[in-house]
């Protein structure tokens, strides 16, 4: 198999370009670089059926040059900004909306006609069932990220009743592990590194977040392509477990780190686990790796 | 109030108009004309308080200049051609999604706060439950307009957690009366005109339809405005009754009249009707006053 990754230099675009090389599959990786790395690619370019081509998904005739010959898509390029979306309110419609449009239309020049997709837990908005299932009550968007996000996954599903296409379209909570470069851990670390005598948390401090870690979740991924054969299969991922965020020290108050921000995600993944999957790390492990590859990895914190 | 309606040379949106100037209210109609007609402004336009301004909604400029002094927006511009959305894929994304993103951003550099939108019970794919509620299990989404007026609801929900918005979001069932240019009852009316003694008909001519009264859908606009006082409402719009497109002669065949089609749309209208509202006109009627509007209104046939 011929897959094409979009934001494959990225956390888990890069994880998941090394597992597909590492099974034997080749992998086009198109990433604009602009929250992904190259050092992420090093080892897989250093493999034979690898290419890397650094481009937009705003630029439409290299996109659908780039996915010539492939046989499977990943899209997990997005604008993960969740928390600043209101002050560029154009950035998740353009970086996620339409630049998930310009794939799909790349996809039909190419006759390419399988894509999994990186959806998100907050697309549940402020849910009244915790756990959250797949077919919870039709929820109202918080954030412009969610919004958006809701809007790749409406998208994708008409292209597959219009256009004979399938898909996997993944809702995720926030995923750990190696190479993660953006999120309340990463923050924190980078805070507490920079002072450790005082942690400024956004928010009252019990705000609760499953976290997954990134090779279990790629497993999922696999595990669900291979496994799961409607035309749309929409999968929860994540973990049973949750933590709060709530270190000692000060707080912005309130009950949302900020506006948008869901106080709590906890997803039902019966749909998952029923097709054989299970979590092998959990939370604890999932960030001591995380905090572990950071500290070994200090580069990424002048980075961001 | 002075009223901002997008498509207000349409057809719902001309009769609005209509209504809102009879109340003594002020209205600026921005339309592009490009399904809208002029002369459905012939009424409006003899009266005092009522503005005029041709323009796309893609003209951010022009929709931001246009909407200086308004208090409220109604955004009923759309592409509304769900049938052929898969010859034009981008259509919905432009003229629907991106176009809504303007129209909100527009409404932002106004201090504009208050939005009533037309969205679609398409958007609930096709539901298990009938009547369909506004909660309906999370849906999947069939067609590129569905997919659009899904993405326009999160967008401005979205708008309402992070700018501070309050919106009313309608889920129109499919709207008779006066200026009513574009639909089955209008595919129909016209075949039969030019051939009375064969109409061919898409899918297997069971497919259900819920018909509402454009009268009785503004009245129920107006009634929810004043009284839905949440942040973001959302209301089903429609009449508990049905009737099935099933003429006599030839049908294409196929549960679907095309991609996308729901075979059935009936949605639960509690929620709107416990703001005190009922419809007055039946579905018989208002194809009979469809009819004959129709019939007088001969010019409009030739348009389309």
């Known amino acids: 198999m011929r897959y094409f990754i979009t934001g494959g230099a990225g956390y888990i675009g890069s994880n998941l370009t090394d597992r597909l090389l590492a099974d034997g599959h080749k992998v086009v990786v198109y990433d604009n670089l602009s929250t992904g790395f190259e050092r992420f690619l090093l080892g897989a370019k250093s493999l034979p059926g690898f290419e890397f081509v650094p481009g937009d998904l705003l630029d439409t005739d290299k996109l659908a040059k780039a996915m010539n010959g492939c046989d499977f898509v990943f899209h997990l390029a997005a604008n ?49 069932v915790f756990p959250t299932p797949e077919t919870a009550p039709f929820p109202v968007q918080t954030s412009l990220y969610g919004a958006s996000k809701l809007a ?49 948390i956004l928010g009252d401090g019990h705000q609760k977040k499953s976290y997954l870690y990134v090779q279990d979740c790629i497993d999922a991924m696999l595990l669900a392509i291979d496994k799961a054969g409607e035309r749309v ?57 995380t905090l572990d590859w950071l500290s070994k990895e200090r580069w990424v914190l002048d980075k961001r």
Chains 1, 2 share one sequence.
């Open 152 to 200: 790749c996954e409406g998208l994708i599903s008409a292209y597959c009743e219009g256009f004979g296409f399938q898909a996997w379209i993944f809702r995720f909570v926030s995923i750990l592990g190696e190479r993660y470069t953006h999120g309340h851990v990463f923050d924190f670390y980078k805070k507490l590194l920079s002072n450790p005598d005082e942690l400024f």
């Open 233 to 289: 299969n929409i999968l929860n991922l994540g973990s049973d477990e949750y933590i709060e965020v709530k270190p000692k020290l000060s707080y912005a108050g309130g009950e949302r780190g900020w506006i948008g921000d869901s106080p709590f995600i906890l997803l039902d993944c019966t749909k998952v686990r029923s097709l054989g999957w299970a979590p092998r790390v959990g939370i604890r492990d999932a960030v001591t790796r």
């Open 80 to 128: 993960a900004d969740v928390r600043f979306g209101t002050e560029h309110p154009g950035r998740d419609l353009e970086q996620n909306t339409i630049a998930t449009f310009n794939v799909l239309e790349a996809m039909r020049k190419n006759a390419v006609k399988k894509i999994a997709f990186s959806s998100t837990g907050s697309i549940y908005g402020e849910p009244d």
